[in-house]
T-cell receptor
Framework: DTGVSQDPRHKITKRGQNVTFRCDPISEHNRLYWYRQTLGQGPEFLTYFQNEAQLEKSRLLSDRFSAERPKGSFSTLEIQRTEQGDSAMYLC????????????FGPGTRLLVL | QKEVEQNSGPLSVPEGAIASLNCTYSDRVSQSFFWYRQYSGKSPELIMSIYSNGDKEDGRFTAQLNKASQYVSLLIRDSQPSDSATYLCAEQTGANNLFFGTGTRLTVIP
């Protein structure tokens, strides 16, 4: 399977703990995006990378959130001091850079903060 | 403030009928639009993209874009029970990220 992969698929944590999610994009894609989706809503943009450069961050990305893509391949999203409001599906997508490129989504990581 | 508006539904159609899903957007600068299908508990998967005014057909799916009216639609012909899902409309901004509507839940009744 050469699609976008995410790990873990599910995470249950206690409030106040730190969690880290990983995304591996489609191999030839150099743009990588993180979104968050809560029940009944569409995905909301969090941040995006072109290669290793983080080019945009949403105001939704509070200082408890940090994302990295150190070698321009896989990316990690860390949430520090989790809160119950962080419970959501965290989606990663990737695309190429030739003009308008379609974003392809991974299976997501479902986070539950107790 | 960008807005992408969709009727949340649920929209119910009988098997074999045409399902019509609608979306309006507020940003006149937006150029690219996408329809994604999302099954319950799964991630979005691309159905169609459309960039130019008019219709674009792909199998049983037709996307329609009217930039003057800021309106995008998706028609599904010969609807099947497997089409039952939430359909997300998204616009792509100049910054490349997608801005999604809340989705329309479609149920196709056998």
């Amino acid at each position: 399977d050469t699609g976008v992969s995410q790990d873990p698929r599910h995470k249950i944590t206690k409030r106040g703990q730190n969690v880290t999610f990983r995304c591996d994009p489609i191999s030839e894609h150099n743009r990588l995006y993180w979104y968050r989706q809560t029940l009944g809503q569409g995905p909301e943009f969090l941040t995006y990378f072109q290669n290793e450069a983080q080019l945009e961050k949403s105001r939704l990305l509070s200082d408890r959130f940090s994302a990295e893509r150190p070698k321009g391949s896989f990316s990690t999203l860390e949430i520090q001091r989790t809160e119950q409001g962080d419970s959501a599906m965290y989606l990663c997508a990737s695309s190429g850079t030739r003009g308008v490129e379609t974003q392809y989504f991974g299976p997501g990581t479902r986070l539950l903060v107790l | 403030q960008k807005e992408v508006e969709q009727n949340s539904g649920p929209l119910s159609v009988p098997e074999g009928a045409i399902a019509s899903l609608n979306c309006t957007y507020s940003d006149r600068v937006s150029q690219s639009f996408f329809w994604y299908r999302q099954y319950s508990g799964k991630s979005p998967e691309l159905i169609m993209s459309i960039y130019s005014n008019g219709d674009k057909e792909d199998g049983r799916f037709t996307a329609q874009l009217n930039k003057a009216s800021q309106y995008v639609s998706l028609l599904i012909r010969d609807s099947q029970p497997s089409d039952s899902a939430t359909y997300l409309c998204a616009e792509q901004t100049g910054a490349n990220n997608l801005f999604f509507g809340t989705g329309t839940r479609l149920t196709v009744i056998p």
